[in-house]
């Protein structure tokens, strides 16, 4: 696995304390050679500024939002968009997301999906997936 696709809202949108433990999850994933980027199905435009800035920042690679790129999860092209821009295949990328309609699509469109449902569980997957180390 060479490529982290994660939403925004429901994930990433949390509690201080875990967008702190995600940006330094991204960082340790990064140093592993990971392609990183947040899949959202916002419209875009100037409400979906607190998105961009993970972009902004550095902490992901791409910040990939549905209104902008025509095509929202669960439809394959979105996720293909996703792999395209990270320049990955499908089969190499993970998406993170909690919506379970969209993790079977992922699933079904040939990319490793992950339910999110806490940090805790999650991050147990991650670092198994791509073999990072660290507490996060």
């Given at each position: ?5 994660v939403?925004?809202v429901?994930?990433?949108d949390g509690?201080e ?10 960082a340790?994933?990064k140093?592993?050679?990971v392609a ?10 100037p409400?979906a500024?607190?998105?961009r ?20 999860k669960?439809?394959?092209?979105a996720m293909s968009?996703?792999a ?7 089969r ?14 992922a ?30």
């Amino acid at each position: 696995m060479r490529g982290l696709i994660v939403d925004y809202v429901g994930v990433l949108d949390g509690s201080e304390e875990d967008q702190r433990r995600w940006r330094n999850l991204f960082a340790a994933a990064k140093q592993n050679g990971v392609a990183t980027a947040i899949l959202s199905n916002d419209p875009g435009g100037p409400g979906a500024e607190p998105i961009r800035e993970w972009e902004y920042r550095g902490i992901v690679d791409a910040v990939l939002l549905s209104g902008e790129i025509g095509a929202e999860k669960p439809d394959e092209r979105a996720m293909s968009i996703a792999a395209d821009t990270l320049e990955l295949p499908m089969r190499d990328c993970v998406l993170i997301d909690d919506s379970i309609v969209n993790v079977r699509a992922a699933v079904e469109a040939g990319l490793v999906g992950v339910l999110y449902q806490s940090f805790d569980r999650t991050v147990v997957e991650i670092v198994g997936l791509f073999d990072i180390e660290g507490e996060f």
